[in-house]
């Protein structure tokens, strides 16, 4: 028996269903993905997939490579997972959206199966004008806002407000490796305001590197919720704060520094 595959239809639905996969995952896992992580991860996964099928090998080999090398690549980049237990989770996550997305696939097919190449064509063009949109307004807005990266903030802590001044600080890029969630540093004396409202229990320690590239541990907490108003104004449910040994930032302008992927 033979089969016609057309390589661009099997590319385009591959690409379209991992998208639908990432993107489910990301609503439901904690994870620092992107609609641009996600993008490229559903691109590598279809392309990965159409090389596998039309590169010949034997049928094991192939199986192994599509269940564990494809969904492996797909996971870590289209996640941005980090470490092995975060990606174990991540990855049976993952298997559980595809099977019940390719029940959902199977009945759409089964009624517009003529319509699904066109489809698929469609809605992968959608992803890509959405995803170029989307950067496309990032760059205007950097474009169009002002050197004034200051901000006030206002973090809820046990159901109390505790009022800051922060800065956009562009340079850093700390991220919780069990979470891949954005890590905001405040001073020492700010922490000393909202000390009382932190248990030891809720801290936890993460790694990070210093400018003179020396590796130290930061202690972290989580907040409720995190109220940023500036130009733009951003709310952030239960957003990481790191506690810096510096007494305050900006010879005491700010006692915040903030995280540019969150703002």
């Known amino acids: 028996m033979q089969y016609e595959v057309y390589l661009d239809v099997l590319f385009l639905e591959n690409m379209m269903m991992d998208f639908l996969i990432l993107l489910a995952v990301k609503k439901v896992f904690p994870c620092s993905a992107t609609y641009g992580s996600l993008l490229a991860g559903s691109f590598t996964s279809s392309l990965l997939t159409c090389a596998i099928l039309f590169f010949p090998c034997p049928v094991w080999t192939r199986y192994i490579l599509l269940f564990f090398l494809v969904n492996s690549c797909m996971t870590v980049i289209g996640l941005k997972i980090r470490t092995f237990p975060v990606f174990f989770k991540a990855w049976i996550l993952l298997y559980l959206a595809s099977f019940l997305l390719g029940g959902i696939m199977s009945w759409l097919r089964l009624y517009f199966g003529k319509f699904f190449r066109i489809i698929s064509f469609l809605f992968t063009l959608g992803i890509c004008g959405f995803f170029l949109l989307y950067h496309g307004l990032l760059f205007l807005k950097k474009l169009w806002k002002s050197q004034d990266h200051s901000f006030d903030v206002i973090l809820t802590v046990n159901g109390k407000d505790f009022h800051l001044k922060a800065f956009l600080d562009s340079g850093n890029h700390l991220s919780d490796p069990?979470?891949?969630?954005?890590?905001?540093?405040?001073?020492?004396?700010?922490?000393?305001?909202?000390?009382?409202?932190?248990?030891?229990?809720?801290?936890?320690?993460?790694?990070?590197?210093?400018?003179?590239?020396?590796?130290?541990?930061?202690?972290?907490?989580?907040?409720?919720?995190?109220?940023?108003?500036?130009?733009?104004?951003?709310?952030?449910?239960?957003?990481?704060?790191?506690?810096?040994?510096?007494?305050?930032?900006?010879?005491?302008?700010?006692?915040?520094?903030?995280?540019?992927?969150?703002?």
């Open 178 to 263: 069990l979470t891949g969630k954005p890590v905001h540093i405040i001073s020492k004396d700010a922490c000393q305001k909202i000390s009382s409202q932190i248990s030891p229990g809720r801290l936890r320690y993460i790694p990070y590197r210093t400018i003179q590239k020396t590796t130290s541990i930061l202690p972290v907490f989580s907040v409720k919720k995190m109220r940023i108003t500036g130009e733009s104004e951003f709310l952030i449910h239960s957003p990481l704060i790191g506690i810096s040994e510096q007494k305050n930032f900006g010879n005491g302008k700010y006692e915040m520094l903030l995280h540019p992927e969150d703002c």
